[in-house]
């Protein structure tokens, strides 16, 4: 991208749809303490709220020319290979720029498409026009698993990559960060606190409302299963978070132990929590001041996921 921007992000998906109802103003609010707190990345999509999440983000950074956006394309229609064309794709931005109210969109990302799609010159020859166009700066990939990841890495106009990485998925660290640190490919950590469940604030008794896909898409009824609680039972995880929690340190939040986590891998460029409120926004951001966690807890976060979750999640993503 050619932009310098804060190791933790933000993510606007809450602001738009599918983790309960938030209001403009109280979006507004979330977004601005995420700035005071040091915040210069905000990733969109154009199907979080159908747009509602990039018309938000839009009429928050009009006149911020420091902030850097992020948005996604291609999860309004049906996720067939032959929707990713060229004229698609103008379309697409075309309607993003508009929500967001730019001339030029900072960086698109093909929203975890078909697989066949990351292997498409087609597809990679479009994207590149639509940068001769001027209708973006730059393109990236958002993915699913380790092996479409690495397909895009390979392509040379590839700017970035955003896959799931937290405590609970691990295998990104084997070939995907080491791939894009040789290639120069930045990383996009999302769903770094596996849906909430790293906050350590959840147990048995937590209920999610029927708008929230914690709720409606435990099983993947909705959408690939690894974007709710990254995968993992939730039980499974609850028990997890209860094995790291004495590793957090002291002033330290569980959320901020797990952010600080991903800030220490290799090659990881922003991490991007989601927040419903000012005060989640801010101490998410707060992760980044933490100092490097010891190598004792770097090792129980491992032994932690062999134990428990890497039967669960590594072969399947």
């Given amino acids: 991208m050619g932009r310098t921007v804060g190791v933790i992000g933000l993510g606007a998906w809450q602001l738009g749809a599918d983790w309960g109802e938030v209001s403009e103003t109280d979006a507004h609010a979330t977004l601005q303490a995420a700035v005071d707190a040091g915040v210069t990345?905000?990733?969109?999509?154009?199907?979080?709220?159908?747009?509602?999440?990039?018309?938000?983000?839009?009429?928050?950074?009009?006149?911020?020319?420091?902030?850097?956006?992020?948005t996604k394309m291609g999860r309004r229609m049906a996720q067939e290979v032959g929707n990713y064309t060229l004229d698609n794709f103008r379309a697409w931005t075309d309607r993003s720029r508009a929500n967001l109210g730019v001339?030029?969109?900072?960086?698109?990302q093909l929203h975890c498409p078909p697989t066949p799609v990351f292997s498409s010159d087609e597809v990679y020859d479009a994207l590149d026009t639509l940068v001769q166009e001027k209708r973006i700066k730059a393109y990236g990939v958002s993915v699913e698993k380790v092996e479409e990841a690495l397909a895009a890495i390979a392509r040379p106009g590839t700017a970035s990559v955003q896959i799931i990485l937290n405590a609970f998925r691990l295998k990104p660290l084997e070939r995907v960060l080491p791939a894009?640190?040789?290639?120069?490919?930045?990383?996009?950590?999302?769903?770094?606190?596996?849906?909430?469940?790293?906050?350590?604030?959840?147990?048995?008794?937590?209920?999610?409302?029927?708008?929230?896909?914690?709720n409606?898409?435990?099983?993947?009824?909705?959408?690939?299963?690894?974007?709710?609680?990254?995968?993992?039972?939730?039980?499974?995880?609850?028990?997890?978070?209860?094995?790291?929690?004495?590793?957090?340190?002291?002033?330290?939040?569980?959320?901020?132990?797990?952010l600080r986590w991903i800030v220490d891998q290799p090659a990881v460029t922003v991490v991007i929590p989601g927040a419903r409120n000012p005060e989640q926004a801010g101490n998410n951001a707060a992760a980044a001041g933490l100092a490097p966690l010891w190598a004792e807890a770097q090792e129980a976060v491992t032994a932690v996921y062999d134990e428990l979750i890497r039967p669960l999640v590594h072969d399947k993503w």
């Fill in 216 to 258: 409606y898409n435990r099983h993947g009824e909705a959408f690939d299963v690894g974007e709710t609680f990254a995968g993992v039972d939730f039980a499974t995880g609850l028990e997890a978070v209860r094995r790291l929690r004495p590793l957090v340190p002291a002033g330290a939040s569980m959320a901020q132990f797990a």
């Fill in 41 to 70: 990345f905000i990733d969109t999509a154009d199907v979080y709220g159908d747009g509602r999440s990039e018309q938000i983000v839009g009429s928050f950074v009009k006149d911020k020319p420091q902030l850097t956006v992020a």
């Fill in 180 to 214: 894009a640190a040789e290639a120069g490919v930045g990383i996009i950590a999302r769903v770094p606190l596996a849906s909430g469940l790293l906050s350590g604030r959840y147990d048995e008794h937590t209920t999610f409302g029927a708008d929230d896909h914690r």
């Fill in 103 to 108: 001339d030029t969109l900072d960086l698109v």
